[in-house]
Structure formats: structure tokens, C-alpha cells
């Protein structure tokens, strides 16, 4: 029974929940007789037209719910979404006496991934809360955006989530996970900490017992893969990957590129040494590992390695997470700032290295965006290379 309220072209079912930020109907499309969810904002905070605006910039926005439609009324913007066949994280929380760590993290991460996204286009939620989180029938969670106008206080949206998952801690939490909540840091490092604190698990939906869901959740499958698992797993090994490795190459990830050939000339002499160009090493460097990435060739990354290395462990591991799971990263790519020989002799050299990492995506198959990386700043790091076979390789990395 719905309150007297209708909408062209649709028909209000009931509603699946209420709060003072989210006032979230289940509906149905009454030319196709679909399923859907309709999200009603009072026009006088929310015109019709600058929730346009702000759903086409959160258009690439990962795990934010995007709009199908939206419709005005005399008193209303609608937003019409798919329905949360999942249900909604407050739902949940009604029928959960214990959420696992794991599930926090399943929970917590794809949605400071959001929050990163949108503020890096200036947008703020404002209303971070257990209503604001619904689910697919994978267990996925998606942020309800208001829709409303820009905001500047994007931290009030990260100590949001954070005071949200600390309420869904109980005893059985580990201190790790405990730490990770309490640090006042931003949506992207919120991320890395929940990742670095337990393994992500499988969100367990459940209908209420004795009475009727209004969204009904199915049962889970024992021992089903949830989709989000393996992206958050890619996430992980690509985080180890970016932080041990070195620069990326500037090539777009879509394509293989072009490699130049890396100097195989007979080994410098002490005298010659002194004017390679240590940069343009690297960056030839680079643009190999870049096609091993854009390709998924692990033969290409065993060759700019010394074997055995530390750096080529953590390439191949991300790599491997990546390959596995049918994911990619787009745009990924250090950017080389500058690098200059801290010694150097016939057989190896030692590097310092600065670099950039600008944003990017872990996409699927499909190139559909399935997680967000915000960029960072500059870093240092201290390089070492080896001339092996006429080549040079790198030997090790390590921040400075």
C-alpha cells in the first residue's frame, strides 16, 4: 500500500525504506512490467535538474546506483533505479546478530571506492548511512547518491562510513580491523587499511523469518563465488604491485604498444658508464611491463626481472589476480618525474627514482568499471638494476 503518491509511467508498489536521507520505493515499469526501485527526493532540496547534473558526472562512478530515469512530479524528483535484489544493508542489519570482519571489509571497500570516485569529481553524499547501502543478489553493495547539490565536506563522508562500519562491529572483531575504523583518514586510504586488516568474505542475505521481504533476497549458494571477492582480491595483489614495483609506462593499456629494444649492446665500460640514460632505461622498461599487463603475457614481465626477485613475485602475483579473473587495470600507469644515478658501474646501477601514479580502473571483460583507485603523489624509491645477458634488469625496489 503505497501513500497516495503515483508517478507517471511506473506503478508504486510499497516501500523498502525510509529514513530522513532515503525514502526508497519498489515500483514497477509499466510499459515493460519490469521490476524497479524509485527514489523520491523533495523537489525544493533536489530540482529535477541538478540531479541530472550530478548522476552524468557520477556516470563512471563505481558501486554508486545509477539512474534509469529520472522523472519530476508537483512535489518530487524520482529517481528510478534497478531494484536492490539484494536488499538494503539497514534491512540486514535488522535480521544479523553478527556481521563478520570479513564482510565489513566486503561491505566497507567498494564503498570508500565510490566516495574516492565522486570526490575526485567534487561531489559529496552527505548522508552515509545504513539506508544509503543496498545489494545485488550476488551480495555486491551499491551507495544510493541524494543527488543534491555539490558539498565541501567530503570528510564528513568518510567518518560517515567509518562510524557506519564500526556499528556493525561486535565482540568477536579483531583489533586490526578495529585500528583500521578508528584512523581519520580519507575514503582511499580507508580503503588499503580495510584491505590490509582481513580476507573479504561473501555477504550472507537472508530473508526475515516469518514474515514476507519486501525485497526478497535469495538464499545463498554454498560455496558460490561472489563476483566482488575476485575484484577486491585483483585490488589487493595491484596495490602490492603499484607500491613495490616501479614507473609504468605512459602506453595506453588498451592496446599493445610499440617495445623498444632494451640495450643489448656488450657491457658498458666503467668509462661509458657514466652517460647512459638512466631515464630512458626505465621507461623502455616500463613500456614492456606495460604490454605484459595489457596482454597478460608473464613470459614479458620473467624478462625484466632478475629471476627470483622480489618486484618480479609481486608483478606476477598481480598479474596472475588479474588474468584469473578476467580484470584488467585501465590507466594505470606511473608516471617517471625523474631518475638519477646513485652509482653505477659495468654490471649494475643504483637508481633514484620519482614517480606519479595518476587514477585508474579495474575493469572486467566488458570494461565495465569495477573498482576505482584514486591518484596519489609523488613517491621515491631507490632501484636497483642488474646487466644481465647484455640487458639491464631490475634487481629490487624499496620506497625512500
Same mark, same amino acid.
Given at each position: 500500500?503505497?501513500?497516495?503518491?503515483?508517478?507517471?509511467?511506473?506503478?508504486?508498489?510499497?516501500?523498502? &525504506?525510509?529514513?530522513?536521507?532515503?525514502?526508497?520505493? =519498489?515500483?514497477?515499469?509499466?510499459?515493460?512490467?519490469?521490476?524497479?526501485?524509485?527514489?523520491?527526493?523533495?523537489?525544493?532540496?533536489?530540482?529535477?535538474?541538478?540531479?541530472? +547534473?550530478?548522476?552524468?558526472?557520477?556516470?563512471?562512478?563505481?558501486?554508486?546506483?545509477?539512474?534509469?530515469?529520472?522523472? @519530476?512530479?508537483?512535489?518530487? &524528483?524520482?529517481?528510478?533505479?534497478?531494484?536492490?535484489?539484494?536488499?538494503?544493508?539497514?534491512?540486514?542489519?535488522?535480521?544479523?546478530?553478527?556481521?563478520?570482519?570479513? @564482510?565489513?571489509?566486503?561491505?566497507?571497500? /567498494?564503498?570508500? *571506492?565510490?566516495?574516492?570516485?565522486?570526490?575526485?569529481?567534487?561531489?559529496?553524499?552527505?548522508?552515509?548511512?545504513?539506508? !544509503?547501502?543496498?545489494?545485488?543478489?550476488?551480495?555486491?553493495?551499491?551507495?544510493?547518491?541524494?543527488?543534491?547539490?555539490?558539498?565541501?565536506? +567530503?570528510?564528513?563522508?568518510?567518518?560517515?562510513?567509518?562510524?557506519? #562500519?564500526?556499528?556493525?562491529?561486535?565482540?568477536?572483531? &579483531? !583489533?586490526?580491523?578495529? *585500528?583500521?575504523?578508528?584512523?581519520?583518514?580519507?575514503?582511499?586510504?580507508?580503503?588499503? @587499511?580495510?584491505?590490509?586488516?582481513? /580476507?573479504?568474505?561473501?555477504?550472507?542475505?537472508?530473508?526475515?523469518?516469518?514474515?514476507?521481504?519486501?525485497?526478497?533476497?535469495?538464499?545463498?549458494?554454498?560455496?558460490?563465488?561472489?563476483?566482488?571477492?575476485?575484484?577486491?582480491?585483483?585490488?589487493?595483489?595491484?596495490?602490492?604491485?603499484?607500491?613495490?614495483?616501479?614507473?609504468?609506462?605512459?602506453?595506453?593499456?588498451?592496446?599493445?604498444?610499440?617495445?623498444?629494444?632494451?640495450?643489448?649492446?656488450?657491457?658498458?665500460?666503467?668509462?661509458?658508464?657514466?652517460?647512459?640514460?638512466?631515464?630512458?632505461?626505465?621507461?623502455?622498461?616500463? &613500456?614492456?611491463?606495460?604490454?605484459?599487463?595489457?596482454?597478460?603475457?608473464?613470459?614479458?614481465?620473467?624478462?625484466?626481472?632478475? @629471476?627470483?626477485?622480489?618486484?618480479?613475485?609481486?608483478?606476477?602475483?598481480?598479474?596472475?589476480?588479474?588474468?584469473?579473473?578476467?580484470?584488467?587495470? =585501465?590507466?594505470?600507469?606511473?608516471?617517471?618525474?625523474?631518475?638519477?644515478?646513485?652509482?653505477?658501474?659495468?654490471?649494475?646501477?643504483? #637508481?633514484?627514482?620519482?614517480?606519479?601514479?595518476? !587514477?585508474?580502473?579495474?575493469?572486467?571483460?566488458?570494461?565495465?568499471? $569495477? $573498482?576505482?583507485?584514486?591518484?596519489?603523489?609523488?613517491?621515491?624509491?631507490?632501484?636497483?638494476?642488474?646487466?644481465?645477458?647484455?640487458?639491464?634488469?631490475?634487481?629490487?625496489?624499496?620506497?625512500?
Amino acid at each position: 500500500m503505497t501513500d497516495g503518491w503515483e508517478l507517471d509511467g511506473y506503478i508504486v508498489v510499497a516501500p523498502i &525504506t525510509q529514513s530522513a536521507g532515503v525514502d526508497l520505493w =519498489r515500483g514497477r515499469d509499466r510499459s515493460t512490467g519490469g521490476a524497479v526501485s524509485l527514489r523520491r527526493l523533495p523537489t525544493s532540496a533536489y530540482p529535477g535538474a541538478a540531479v541530472r +547534473r550530478v548522476f552524468a558526472r557520477l556516470s563512471a562512478v563505481p558501486f554508486v546506483v545509477q539512474a534509469r530515469a529520472i522523472v @519530476e512530479t508537483a512535489d518530487a &524528483t524520482v529517481i528510478v533505479h534497478d531494484l536492490p535484489t539484494g536488499g538494503t544493508l539497514s534491512g540486514l542489519l535488522d535480521l544479523r546478530t553478527h556481521v563478520s570482519d570479513g @564482510e565489513v571489509v566486503t561491505i566497507g571497500v /567498494p564503498l570508500c *571506492n565510490a566516495l574516492a570516485a565522486a570526490h575526485e569529481r567534487g561531489l559529496v553524499h552527505g548522508h552515509v548511512d545504513a539506508h !544509503a547501502v543496498v545489494f545485488d543478489a550476488d551480495g555486491c553493495p551499491g551507495l544510493l547518491w541524494p543527488g543534491g547539490a555539490d558539498r565541501d565536506d +567530503r570528510v564528513d563522508d568518510t567518518r560517515s562510513l567509518r562510524a557506519l #562500519l564500526t556499528s556493525m562491529l561486535d565482540e568477536h572483531s &579483531t !583489533a586490526a580491523l578495529r *585500528n583500521a575504523l578508528a584512523a581519520d583518514s580519507d575514503a582511499n586510504q580507508l580503503a588499503y @587499511e580495510l584491505l590490509r586488516s582481513a /580476507p573479504a568474505t561473501p555477504v550472507r542475505l537472508r530473508r526475515p523469518r516469518g514474515r514476507q521481504a519486501v525485497v526478497r533476497a535469495p538464499r545463498p549458494v554454498r560455496h558460490a563465488r561472489r563476483r566482488l571477492l575476485p575484484v577486491l582480491a585483483a585490488v589487493v595483489a595491484l596495490i602490492g604491485a603499484v607500491a613495490g614495483g616501479v614507473s609504468w609506462a605512459r602506453t595506453s593499456p588498451d592496446r599493445a604498444p610499440t617495445i623498444p629494444a632494451i640495450a643489448s649492446s656488450p657491457p658498458p665500460t666503467v668509462a661509458t658508464v657514466a652517460t647512459v640514460d638512466w631515464r630512458t632505461v626505465m621507461q623502455q622498461l616500463d &613500456t614492456r611491463r606495460d604490454r605484459a599487463f595489457a596482454t597478460g603475457d608473464a613470459d614479458e614481465l620473467r624478462l625484466l626481472y632478475v @629471476e627470483s626477485s622480489t618486484p618480479l613475485a609481486v608483478d606476477e602475483a598481480a598479474l596472475g589476480s588479474l588474468t584469473r579473473r578476467d580484470l584488467r587495470a =585501465r590507466g594505470l600507469r606511473l608516471t617517471i618525474v625523474s631518475v638519477t644515478a646513485v652509482k653505477a658501474d659495468a654490471s649494475s646501477a643504483l #637508481l633514484h627514482v620519482v614517480d606519479q601514479l595518476p !587514477a585508474y580502473d579495474i575493469v572486467d571483460a566488458r570494461g565495465r568499471v $569495477a $573498482a576505482h583507485h584514486p591518484a596519489r603523489g609523488l613517491r621515491s624509491w631507490r632501484v636497483e638494476l642488474k646487466r644481465i645477458g647484455g640487458a639491464w634488469r631490475i634487481a629490487t625496489v624499496r620506497s625512500v
